[in-house]
């Protein structure tokens, strides 16, 4: 045991102890709860709700309420919570992460905190990893909560369910559960009674997927009307399977987008010439790092073939952009590892679950490259419209915690990132599960060989077997060998998560073959069948070792659930990624020399080590990247907080915009007089040039500049005179307003300030989104010498956000008196946008983000590709793009 884990260990003893009291005081009042009525256990729940309304603390009444979802748990499903689970309980109510063993029962072990908090009223969220294990859970759980009298949501990628178990689902949709007719069974998911998704989130408990969650959080931020807003303020989450929400996944940050219209020839042609490029000559590339460099040879070549030796230096760097993404799509990303190609779209695989990431894209242009690549049809670049870590979304709950079978290995980060604790809460029956040492081979052949045999050899002796693989191409190559060996078997992808779900099921059967990626069939229970314990139970295979220790040990973990027999085995090769690119080569060295042949293999303690070390190295370097990409969102998440609130203000107030359009106008008055006025020789002051913009804002009487004439010649103080000119032109532009509502009635000129307000800040922060990602990238080229690229980051966030401020404040008043006249801009306009590019959870279709669609319409905006309208002959981004935008 290391230093560290014993540290660690010592000290989650300590804490676990100070909690024993609350478990025995849970233990003490099992008793009273089993005399009570069905009836009477509902009455509680009301008297709960009514002490906590007194001032009542939830940790005062935690106990009871404990002993009751326990005693919820025995009359509805059968199980008694066990002490351990109910440990598990109170340390979630902490707001910490438990690790807790696959199959120790944290489903129901969550009920308790989530009933607990559940009381207040405000909402409790569930997040697990698919819509399947949403939808299951609700049906599972429902009926405890529905016992204790809470109402239970789930919200699904289409759709949303209220549990009620009253409700027969029809015919049709039942089908699945039919089939279940094997010694195994598998949760069955009925009782969900379709609802809107408001109704969901008003549930005491929801049930739903990270994903599900964040994009209903982005698309609330879009809404135009405060009904087309579903979630309440984020209260109580509990993240279920924490560590691949929260750390695998929270890699790629949510984006919702709509397409812009950009050319996709540059990809296509790219694509062509990347080949013709030699490593090491025209470009480099570092593995470790995923990065591809181009030399200016490189360059030069390129120029030559595309015939673009003059260009700007800027046009320039968006070639060489190109240029990279080109030959990252070529060099580095490989189909059906790191992305699988599907109905002609390019879908993410990622690399740590196994997972296909529909609708997620990566950036800059890279997506493009990739599908230029493959010959596939490039999707239009999309425009960004709202955007959002994992975790910066997760940060807005009140109280977080989390459960996951694999945490403690983390346990730094969730430390850092999240500021949550983990504990490691025991099993409840021991451990017998037997894990041998890794066997390593030369060659991936060698090792796939000594694999099958080992498969064929425990399938001859019934023994079920759990195979795990990296990747489906490594799937698909294991089926075809034991297809060859005849060997019948199952192969899982985590495509389609309920019917793996109850393959996986069934993997712990007699003679049961199953070979899965990492993440098939998480958050499903094996139980061994008839007879099974007596082989040794099931035994796991891992064909390589994972870029971090959690993941193999989740696979691991697949056995010896709940004091089952069970064992383990990793078998690795030398050409294995992992190995490849961390001293792989070495071994290999090592291992000819001793002449063994492939087939061969070695086990030494030196070899396990520097496997190990070189998984924490990858571990740490991803930790590294994702502490990146939030410190990145970090500056862009203060911006989106000041930008969301006065969204939602403007949808609240929607009756008292009146005032805001005329304090802006008032500051932008302000703002024009004293720049016009600041010489302290009155005789100079530019009234002219005052009254010329301000009749740009709204139609001055003839006579004002007179007017200002005769203010400037009194015979009073500079700045009374300033004030005094600000005030006779507010006067004016408050009477231009109420001319203006009494032409078009108060009801349109409601409306106008609205969609005028509204659709400034979404036309802005949007283009705000765009241009802070360029300054990312840029920042990225220019390379900052000894400065550091974040510090840079941050100033011109700052500066560009301060620009943002002003210009929302600028746009309002300059198109506000105007619109009125424009009468075809009505609000009813914005309804026709698209909204494309939610992200999903599952290939199913995804219409439903039309219906919260309101994007802002922005006609007269010029492409900033286009030539520049200043007629300087530039594109118009090299041009007065910056200016126009406001940045310097
Ligand atoms: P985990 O999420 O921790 O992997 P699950 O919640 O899927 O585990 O539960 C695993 C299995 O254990 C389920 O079949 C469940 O019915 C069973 N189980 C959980 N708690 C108990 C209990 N207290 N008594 C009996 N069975 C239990
Ligand atoms: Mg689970």
Known sequence: MSFITKIFGDENQKVLNKLQPIVDKINQLEGKSKRLS??????????????????????????????????????????????????????????????????????????????????????????????????????????????????????QHEGAFLFDPKYEEPEESNKSNQLDSSEIKTVDVKHLRPIPRQEAYLADVTYGTNNEFGFDYLRDNMAWELDQIVQRELNFGIVDEVDSILIDEARTPLIISAPDTGSTKMYYQFARVVPKLEENEDYNIDEKMRAVTLTDQGIDKVENILGTKDIYDQERVEIIHHLEQALKAQALFKRDKDYVIKNGEVIIVDDFTGRLMFGRRYSEGLHQAIEAKEEVE???????????????????????????????????????????????????????????????????????KAVVDEIKRRYER???????????????????????????????????????????????????????????????????GKGVVGFGGLHIIGTERHEARRIDDQLRGRAGRQGDPGSSQFYVSCEDDLMRVFGGDKIKNIMDRLGLPNDQPIR????????????????????????????????????????????????????NLKKNILDMTKNEIRQIVLAHTNSEDKSIWNTEEICEVVNTIFPLPHDAHGKLLEIVKSRTSLDRIREQIISYLTNLAQKAYEEKEKEIGSNLTRQIEKVVLLRTIDTLWIDHL???????????????????????????????????????????????????????ESPMESKNVQMQGAAKTSSEDS???????SVPVRKKKIGRNAPCPCGSGKKYKYCCWTKDHGYK
């Open 378 to 448: 490039i999707k239009q670049e999309s425009k960004t419209l709202a955007t959002i870590t994992f975790q910066n979304y997760f940060r807005l709950y009140k109280k977080l915690s989390g459960m996951t079978g694999t945490a403690a290995t983390s346990e730094e980060e969730f430390r850092k990132v999240y500021n949550l604790d983990v504990a490691v809460i025991p099993t409840n029956e021991p451990m017998i599960r037997k894990d041998t040492p890794d066997v390593i081979y030369k060659t991936e052949d060698g090792k796939f």
């Open 847 to 853: 219409s439903k983000g039309a219906s919260v669609s």
């Open 604 to 655: 030494h303690k030196l070899i396990s080590k520097s496997i190990e070390s070189a998984q924490k190295k990858v571990e740490g370097y991803n930790f590294d990247l994702r502490k990146h990409v939030l410190e990145y969102d970090d500056v862009m998440n203060r911006h989106r907080e000041v930008v969301y609130k006065k969204r939602r203000n403007i949808l609240e107030n929607f009756q």
């Open 770 to 824: 765009d241009a802070m990602d360029r300054v990312r990238e840029g920042i990225g080229l220019r390379g900052y010498g000894q400065r550091d690229p974040l510090v840079e980051y941050k100033n011109e966030g700052y500066k560009m956000f301060q620009n943002l401020l002003a210009s929302m404040q600028n746009n309002v008043v300059y198109s506000f008196y105007k619109v009125g006249i424009v009468k075809k």
């Open 38 to 155: 069905n009836k009477q256990i509902r009455e509680k729940t009301e008297e709960f709700k009514e002490r906590l309304k007194n001032g009542e603390s939830l940790d005062n009444i935690l106990p009871e309420a404990f002993a009751l979802v326990r005693e919820a748990g025995k009359r509805t499903l059968g199980e008694r919570l066990f002490d351990v689970q109910i440990l598990g309980g109170v340390v979630l109510h902490q707001g910490k992460i438990i690790e807790m063993k696959t199959g120790e029962g944290k489903t129901i072990a969550a009920t308790c905190p989530v009933y607990l908090n559940g009381l207040q009223g405000e909402g409790v969220h569930i997040v697990t990893v698919n819509d399947y294990l949403s939808r299951r859970d609700t049906s599972w759980m429902g009926p405890i909560y529905n016992l204790l009298g809470l109402s239970v949501g789930c919200i």
């Open 462 to 528: 019934e023994q079920p077997i759990l195979v795990g693989t990296v990747s489906i191409e490594k799937n698909e190559k294991l089926s075809n060998l034991l297809r060859k060996a005849n060997v019948p078997h199952q192969i899982l992808n985590a495509k389609h998560h309920e019917k793996e779900a109850k393959i996986i099921a069934r993997a712990g059967l007699k003679e049961a073959v199953t070979i899965a990626t990492n993440m098939a069939g998480r958050g499903t229970d094996i139980k061994l």
